[in-house]
C-alpha cells in the first residue's frame, strides 16, 4: 500500500496543493479523468463544465429568501426558481457537489419539501443520481418524492426540519445540548445510518460520501428530551453499483478509506470505514483527528499518516464500561485492510451489544 500511495502522490501534484487551502470536511475530486472524474472536477472548478438551457426566472418564486440572499454566495439561485412546479422557495439548505437543496413548496407535493436542483451540464450524473434513488426505499434513506424534468433537472425528496447531524453535534447553539445526550442515544443515531448502508450493499450500491453533514434528522430536535431524532441518509450524488468502474479519490477526506485514496481497486468496505468515522464523531463529540498531531493538518501528510495506519485517538472516548468494546468496533471498522473490516450487518448488530452505561 506504501508504494501505490507514494505513487499516486506523485500523480495528485498539485491538486493535493490546492487541497490543502481547503477544509478537510469538504469533497476532494477523483482521480483519472474517466467521465465521473471530469464531472467532479468540473464541480471542483478544475476543469469547466458546459452550461444548460434553463427557462426564465420567476423573481415571484425566488422570493425575499433568494432575492435578499442573491450574490452572498456561490449558490444559483435563479436556477431553483427556474424549476418546473416549484412555487415558493424558502430556504437554501446546503450545496454539494452536483446541486444544491432547497426548501421549497411545489406543485403536486402537500407541504414543503426538499427539492435538489442539479447544477447546469453534468446529464449523465443526473440520470445516475435519479436512477439510483428511484430504486431505493428505506426508512432511514431520504425519500424521494418525484423527478423534475427539465432543464434544469431536479429532484422532490422529503423534507428533514431537524437539519444535520454536524450542525447538532458541533454548531454553538446546539454542542452543549448535545453534550448531555447518554451514549444509547448517540449508538441509535450511528445505528440509524448503519441500517441505511447495510440496505445500500445489500443492493450491492456503495454509498461514498457517508459523513454527518448528508445525515439528516427527521424531526427537530427537542432538547427537553436528551434523545436523537430518527436519522436519514441522503445524498446519493456520489453513490455508485459495486460493479461499475469507479474512480478512485472521490468522497470527504476526513472520512475516506485509505484504499479511496489511492488508485486501486475498492469496494463496499470503504462505506464501512466512514461509518467508524461517524460513530467516533458521535461518541466522543469531537470531529476526528482534531485532537491529533498538527502535523496532520497538511493533506499530504494525512494521507500517508492514514494509509500507514493513524487514525483517531481512542483516549477521546468517554471512559466508561463501553470503551473497550467501543474501541474494538472503531478499530475494526478503521483497518486499513478492507477484508478485515465487518460488513454492516456485523456492526450493527455489534452496535446493539454495546454495553448500556449508567
Not at 414543503?112 to 445516475?128: E, Y
Not at 454542542?175 to 445500500?200: H, K, M, N, T, W
Not at 477526506?253 to 466512514?274: K, Q, R
Amino acid at each position: 500500500m506504501w508504494a501505490s500511495i507514494t505513487s499516486s502522490l506523485g500523480s495528485l501534484g498539485n491538486s493535493l496543493v490546492g487541497f490543502g487551502a481547503r477544509n478537510r470536511l469538504d469533497y476532494v475530486g477523483g482521480g483519472s479523468l474517466d467521465e465521473e472524474a471530469r464531472e467532479n472536477l468540473g464541480a471542483f472548478g478544475v476543469l469547466g463544465s458546459g452550461a444548460g438551457e434553463s427557462r426564465g426566472v420567476n423573481e415571484e418564486v425566488l422570493g425575499d429568501v433568494g432575492r435578499a440572499a442573491h450574490g452572498a454566495r456561490d449558490v444559483d439561485q435563479d436556477l431553483i426558481a427556474s424549476v418546473r412546479g416549484v412555487v415558493e422557495v424558502h430556504e437554501h439548505l446546503g450545496s454539494g457537489n452536483f446541486g444544491d437543496v432547497w426548501e421549497c413548496g411545489i406543485e403536486g407535493q402537500e407541504g414543503r419539501v426538499a427539492v435538489k436542483v442539479f447544477k447546469r451540464g453534468g446529464s449523465a450524473q443526473q440520470t445516475r443520481e435519479c436512477q439510483l434513488h428511484m430504486e431505493l426505499q428505506h426508512p432511514n434513506l431520504v425519500r424521494l418524492l418525484q423527478v423534475v424534468e427539465g432543464p434544469p433537472v431536479a429532484i422532490c425528496m422529503e423534507l428533514c426540519p431537524g437539519g444535520t447531524l454536524w450542525r447538532l453535534i458541533h454548531e454553538p447553539a446546539h454542542r452543549q445540548v448535545f453534550s448531555r445526550i447518554a451514549l444509547r442515544p448517540r449508538l441509535g443515531a450511528a445505528l440509524d445510518v448503519v441500517s441505511c448502508v447495510e440496505y445500500l450493499h445489500a443492493n450491492n450500491i456503495l454509498h461514498r460520501d457517508v459523513k454527518p453533514t448528508n445525515c439528516l434528522l427527521s424531526a427537530v430536535h427537542d432538547a427537553d428530551l436528551e434523545l436523537i431524532p430518527q436519522i436519514k441518509l441522503a445524498d446519493l450524488g456520489l453513490a455508485r453499483h459495486e460493479a461499475q468502474e469507479m474512480s478512485t479519490r472521490v468522497g470527504t477526506l476526513l472520512y475516506m478509506a485509505p484504499e479511496l485514496m489511492e488508485e486501486e481497486d475498492y469496494g463496499l468496505p470503504v462505506d464501512i470505514y466512514s461509518c467508524g468515522m461517524l460513530l467516533y464523531e458521535l461518541v466522543t463529540g469531537l470531529v476526528p483527528y482534531s485532537t491529533s498531531d498538527a502535523r496532520l493538518q497538511n493533506d499530504v501528510a494525512f494521507i500517508l499518516a492514514v494509509a500507514s495506519g493513524e487514525r483517531p485517538a481512542l483516549a477521546d472516548l468517554p471512559a466508561n464500561e463501553a470503551a473497550e468494546e467501543l474501541g474494538g468496533i472503531l478499530y475494526a471498522c478503521w483497518d486499513v485492510d478492507p477484508a478485515v473490516r465487518p460488513t454492516a450487518a456485523t456492526l450493527a448488530e455489534r452496535l446493539r451489544n454495546v454495553p448500556d452505561v449508567a
